[in-house]
């Protein structure tokens, strides 16, 4: 692979405990990420896939102690810089959409208010400009009425509309090189997940952007991913492009992941 954006390597880390022990659940973890491709990062619940994604943008929860390794993005070890240095990334060159949008939206702030005053953060203008900018992104993520629904909090969006603001705030306001995204369509009906995978990976597409795609839906990740990494209780077990991994996969956790979802299509 040459030049990736972002390098994880040999990455450990833990949990504090109340006694002051640290519980570990990173092992080594290495995967890297291809400048302009989408790779998955697959592996049952509790895997570490979303800690390990947290650790890049340093949003891990506060007891996680790092233990060892590096994330280096693009040249910056990630787990050397400081808290400010990590805010300018974030946001400007690496964003993310969690699982849950409507907790990741403040409640006290309209959806227009949010996406304009993250535009003037990392663009600048006035704040009539900023909120042209953020109607202009609700419209592209096809919320209907952008007007009026930039008007509206976060409580008054459904699901699904929470989901496509947070792609709007992730993608169109914010211009990041690397887009990680965290299960961003779970417990949303299944017509609207595919449309969210839709709009998201064409925005990704359209601007030649790095994603990291952590999913339990393994059709999304044939379908549309360039690389795959599989994750097994703190450790990368497999890494390979997809054609690999579904073809001829090695390990044989990976071999287990893919026949319990071929199982689960079977008898669907
Ligand atoms: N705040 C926390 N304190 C202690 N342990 C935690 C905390 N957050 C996560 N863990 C533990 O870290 C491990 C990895 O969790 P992580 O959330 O990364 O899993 P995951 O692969 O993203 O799972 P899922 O597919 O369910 O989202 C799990 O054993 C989890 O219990
Ligand atoms: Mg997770």
Redesign the pocket.
């Known amino acids: 692979m040459t030049d990736p954006i972002l390098k994880i390597s040999s990455f450990s880390g833990?949990?504090a405990k109340e006694t002051g022990d640290v519980?570990q659940?990173?092992y080594d973890v290495s995967y890297a990420l291809e400048r302009g491709k989408l790779t998955a990062v697959v592996?049952?619940?509790?895997?570490?896939?979303?800690?390990?994604?947290?650790s890049v943008l340093g949003l891990?929860?506060?007891?996680?102690r790092h233990i060892s390794g590096s994330i280096c993005f693009d040249g910056i070890d990630l787990t050397s810089v400081d808290a400010r240095e990590l805010h300018k990334l974030r946001g400007s060159r690496i964003s993310m959409v969690f699982?849950d949008a409507r907790a990741a939206l403040n409640p006290v702030f309209t959806i227009g208010r949010q996406l304009a005053d993250t535009y003037r953060l990392h663009h600048g203008g006035s704040r009539r400009a900023a909120m042209e900018h953020a109607i202009e992104a609700l419209r592209r993520v096809h919320i209907p009425e952008p007007e009026s629904r930039a008007k509206q909090y976060p409580h008054e969006f459904s699901g699904g509309m929470a989901q496509r603001a947070m792609i709007a705030m992730a993608a169109l306001i914010c211009t990041p090189d690397l887009l990680i995204l965290?299960?961003p369509t779970t417990g949303l009906d299944v017509t609207t997940q595919a449309e969210i995978m839709d709009l998201v990976l064409g925005l990704a597409r359209e601007r030649a952007l790095t994603v990291c795609l952590?999913t339990?839906d393994l059709g999304v990740v044939a379908e549309t991913c360039d690389h795959v990494v599989v994750?097994n209780r703190?450790h990368v077990v497999e890494t390979g492009s997809t054609e690999q991994i579904f073809t001829a996969p090695q390990n044989d956790y990976t071999q287990r992941l893919l026949a319990a979802s071929q199982l689960s299509e079977a008898a669907e």
């Open positions: 833990g949990f519980t659940i990173l592996g049952e619940t509790g895997s570490g896939k979303s800690v390990t994604a947290l891990h929860p506060p007891s996680f699982q965290d299960e952590i339990h994750m703190g």
